[in-house]
């Protein structure tokens, strides 16, 4: 066998000193001649080390051969991998100039149908491409045309979950005393003495705080719960939570137990987690192309209705009293059962009903719904070509996501994005706003009234001005225009941007990710915030400054733009940049090919 693998030369000296050794040995049986058997046995034992130093030189020759044969196997796995990369990238290319193309017609035949354009030929409408007053009508009609009745309602309904989170993120502020004496009358009723003050504020932290947790564990299933029941049934059966924690909260002053006032924030805490994975799911999904960062921002209003409309109510002439606060948290079991009423007439998103549940038919009936249109094969083309650019990834798990090198960078990206919402202290404020205008010089009224201005951002400190210095009023007037650039930053776009950045397959996983990380740090903000007042006193909120100017360069450097883009042209803008977080980058390597593609196209047309 060792012969047969040897090369020729070799095998032939092998051979050669095989036979004059047998030579030697039958003239030691002959006697023919007169050697010393010494002699003789030394020449043997030399031909034999020959013979054996000839195989080791033929095994390492042999072993080089192999080495040599696996590198060139690797080299061509490599080039057939670069080959089916190109080949990759060429069907996305050609997607994306088809996708191009059908967008330009759409967007030549509604300008064209203004009455602003009685023509519409190629050259004059490369004439009025300048004319921004035409495009901005544009813009106008276009989202008109495209926010249907039905569209709107089932927005609506879905966007009560957010408004939930809103009012239970600001109902805890308002009537902290009231709370506070309620928690001090139990604990004597119990034990006979007084409570201490830094145990009522102890106490009255996990009242805030618990509420995060709760949120941490709903927001982390929002994922499960998406794809288990789909985000509208999500939706719906997270409205029995809603119930059950508010009417905890209503009946804890009847059942005299702050426990159970507890237990009902750490419920309507899993709701409103549920609701921030569920409810931007379920609007980007149903969302036309056109308006889906405009409808994005409807989360962030809904959340500030909601804030406004606890505290409004929080006041003192209305539910801020002793007697009124168990019904001020109980109020809100009102947006759990409107949903419950109007949900279950809106549709299933068209996104989970194509590419998760693979019911095209159904798809196709819920787009005609909400587009009040049966011409939707543009968007149903859509979802096929994420659904055949995440066929790999159609039922990626939390851990696949997380160490998948192309995934990884939106993670990131949304990872940051929900912390800069959270450590910018805005939950210091609509948690603490009170107490923080109390101390800054405002009786107990005014504060709260100052309180509303938080959630309604307006003036009206007419009221107020006679009865605080300057250094009160400036306090409030920074509290107020803290909120109005959060509202437009931090406070829209993280819970829109993680459900754009990923396609259906990683989305309801990555969403479960970004929200835990989001009620962590509202924990964190909630639980730590009295004591960082405490420590840092007039300097409270200069942490808060320097998060948010590292997170001001992180988004300018990394964060890509989405507006107009399909998911599967985002999820191009990481898929080929190995780990890295520089979409911008990877966007212009992807227009180039394009553009080469385009060429190529273009030239050979014309040889035809």
Not at 96 to 125: A, D, G, W
Not at 203 to 210: D, E, G, K, Q, T
Request: charged residues 20%; aromatic residues 10%; contains cysteine.
């Amino acid at each position: 066998m060792m012969m047969e693998t040897m090369p020729p030369s070799l095998q032939k000296q092998v051979s050669v000193m095989s036979m004059n050794l047998s030579a030697k040995l039958d003239e030691l049986q002959r006697g023919d001649r007169h050697l010393e058997t010494t002699v003789a046995l030394c020449e043997i034992r030399s031909q034999l080390q020959e013979l054996t130093k000839s195989v080791e030189s033929c095994q390492s020759e042999v072993s080089e051969v192999k080495r040599d044969m696996v590198a060139i196997k690797h080299e061509l796995d490599t080039v057939q991998q670069v080959k089916e990369e190109i080949e990759e990238l060429r069907e996305y290319v050609d997607r994306l100039e088809e996708h191009t193309h059908r967008r330009k017609l759409r967007l030549l035949e509604q300008v064209c149908s203004l009455n602003y354009l009685p023509c519409c030929t190629s050259n004059e409408f490369k004439i009025f491409k300048a004319n921004r007053i035409v495009f901005f009508l544009h813009f106008i009609y276009s989202f008109i045309q495209g926010l249907t009745f039905f569209l709107t309602y089932s927005i609506f309904s879905a966007v009560l979950g957010m408004l939930q989170f809103g009012y239970n993120t600001g109902v805890i502020n308002a009537p902290e005393k009231n709370i506070e004496n309620f928690m001090k009358d139990v604990y004597k009723d119990r034990y006979g003495e007084d409570i201490s003050e830094e145990f009522i504020q102890q106490l009255y932290s996990v009242a805030v705080s618990i509420f995060a947790i709760g949120g941490m564990l709903g927001g982390f299933s929002g994922g499960w719960m998406a794809n288990r029941f789909g985000r509208k049934g999500g939706l719906l059966l997270n409205n029995v939570l809603g119930i059950s924690g508010a009417c905890l909260m209503g009946f804890t002053k009847v059942s005299h137990s702050y426990e159970m006032l507890f237990l009902g924030r750490f419920i309507i805490g899993v709701n409103c987690g549920l609701n921030t994975s569920l409810v931007p799911m379920y609007i980007s999904e149903i969302a036309p192309l056109n308006l889906r960062g405009g409808l994005g921002t409807v989360n962030q209003l809904a959340v500030t209705v909601g804030l406004l409309l606890s505290q409004v109510l929080g006041i003192e002439q209305i539910l801020g009293t002793n007697e009124g606060w168990p019904i001020l948290l109980g109020l809100a079991i009102c947006p759990a059962i409107l949903q419950l009423i109007l949900l279950p007439v809106c549709p299933e998103s068209p996104r989970y009903l194509l590419i998760t549940k693979q019911w095209e038919e159904e798809a196709r009936k819920a787009l005609r719904r909400l587009r009040a249109s049966s011409s939707v094969e543009e968007d149903i083309e859509e979802m096929r070509a994420e659904e055949r650019a995440q066929q790999a990834e159609s039922h990626i798990s939390t851990m696949e996501l997380i160490c998948s090198p192309t995934l990884r960078p939106p993670l990131i990206i949304g990872i940051v994005m929900q912390l800069s919402q959270q450590f910018s202290g805005i939950n210091a404020v609509f948690y603490y706003s009170t107490s923080l205008f109390v101390s800054s010089g405002l009786s107990d009224e005014s504060a709260k009234f100052a309180t509303i201005g938080i959630g309604a951002i307006m003036e009206f400190f007419g009221y107020v001005q006679e009865m605080i210095d300057w250094m009160s009023y400036l306090s409030v007037v920074s509290t107020l225009g803290f909120v109005v650039f959060f509202a437009v930053g931090p406070g829209s776009i993280p819970w829109m941007i993680t459900a754009e950045l990923f396609s259906q397959g990683p989305r309801p996983s990555a969403m479960a990710i970004a929200v835990l990380v989001n009620w962590m740090a509202n924990f964190v903000v909630g639980i730590g915030f009295p004591s960082m007042k405490t420590t840092l006193e007039n300097y409270t909120f200069l942490p808060f400054s320097v998060f948010l100017a590292i997170f001001w360069i992180f988004t300018y450097k990394k964060v890509p733009e989405t507006k107009n883009k399909t998911f599967e042209e985002i999820l191009a803008l990481f898929r080929h940049n190995n780990g890295s977080l520089e979409p911008q980058s990877m966007n212009s390597g992807i227009e180039r090919a394009a553009l080469m593609v385009s060429e190529e196209k273009n030239d050979s047309r014309k040889n035809i």
